[in-house]
């Protein structure tokens, strides 16, 4: 039988081509810690520790998948996002650590305001993963959330019930509101939309390209702020007055899309870094 420590060898071989050995062994023990259900310290703790047949069959089957690219929450079925578990398949996005940076300058912006009760429009909601999480974090808030994939809003309603909260899912596509939707007013618009162009496209990597869904990720070329200018229009009509509108942005864009938010008479426009340094986020005041 294999050992965990043959299970580190394993991968560290499988993967040599795909990963550099420190995210393979993060990636190993994220894997080991579902498979195993235990947690990193006793695995790395019992480094001699045995599988079972059907461990082992679990963590062969998951090294396969990634073998070929799929990213690792593709593979196990779910990503961790601002503490939460969300489910996530090929039809919605990975979430990422910038969109948690994201959802915590929104919650502390709802608390310094002082809004007894708000009303919240996530615009493409994908995996949900702002709007649920904005809603366990913001309880008395009313959250409802918009995506144009039958099958996001699908998953989004399972890790909806997945984290217990209750969130209102309407299918609409933003570039093209049929005026039947009944939308309300809301205090906040929140939207993480499509914003990576081809020209960036060719610097990431395949294991984004090749497996997350691209009309999550891509917008033409000419015209790379599509969605802000069709999401701006739509807030200034269904922004309460003073309400605040929220966007991650590409980071090549930052300026641009400042821009096009004061030409639409937004004001107190406040551009963001994420922890890494780039231009990750913008709010803007109606």
């Known amino acids: 039988m294999k050992t965990i420590k043959d299970v580190f060898t394993t991968f560290k071989q499988g993967l040599a081509g795909i990963y550099d050995a420190q995210e393979t062994e993060a990636i190993t023990l994220m894997v080991l810690t579902e498979i195993l259900k235990s947690s990193k ?8 520790n045995e599988l079972t047949l059907t461990q082992q069959e679990g963590m062969d089957s998951i ?6 690219g799929k990213p690792l929450q593709y593979a196990l079925g779910y990503a ?31 608390s310094s305001r002082q809004w007894a009760v708000s009303n919240v429009l996530d615009i493409g909601t994908g ?59 809301f205090e906040i618009i929140v939207s993480n939309p499509p914003y990576v162009t081809l020209d960036d496209k060719k610097q990431m990597h395949t294991n ?5 869904p691209h009309t999550a990720l891509f917008v033409p070329e000419d015209d790379p702020l599509l969605f802000y200018r069709a999401i701006a229009d739509f807030a200034l009509t269904n922004l309460s007055e003073n309400g605040l ?33 780039r231009d990750r986020m913008i709010r803007a005041e109606k």
């Open 41 to 48: 310290a006793t695995i790395k703790a019992f480094p001699e």
């Open 63 to 68: 090294l396969t998948q990634l073998k070929t």
């Open 80 to 110: 961790e996002f601002y503490g939460l578990k969300f489910m996530v398949t090929p039809a919605t996005l990975i979430p990422r650590p910038e969109t948690e940076e994201l959802v915590e300058w929104l919650i502390k912006s709802v």
């Open 127 to 185: 995996s949900g993963c702002i709007a649920i999480s904005l809603k366990k974090n913001l309880p008395a808030t009313q959250v409802s959330a918009i995506d144009i994939s039958p099958e996001a809003l699908n998953i989004a309603k399972e890790n909806a019930l997945l984290n217990d909260v209750k969130v209102s899912f309407i299918q609409a596509d933003i570039l093209n509101l049929k005026s039947e939707i009944e939308i309300s007013k």
């Open 208 to 212: 984004v390209t090749d497996f997350e």
């Open 245 to 277: 509108l929220f966007f991650e942005i590409n980071e090549s864009l930052g300026k641009e899309t400042m821009e096009l938010l004061a030409d639409k008479g937004f004001k107190d426009i406040e551009l963001r870094q994420d922890l890494s340094g």
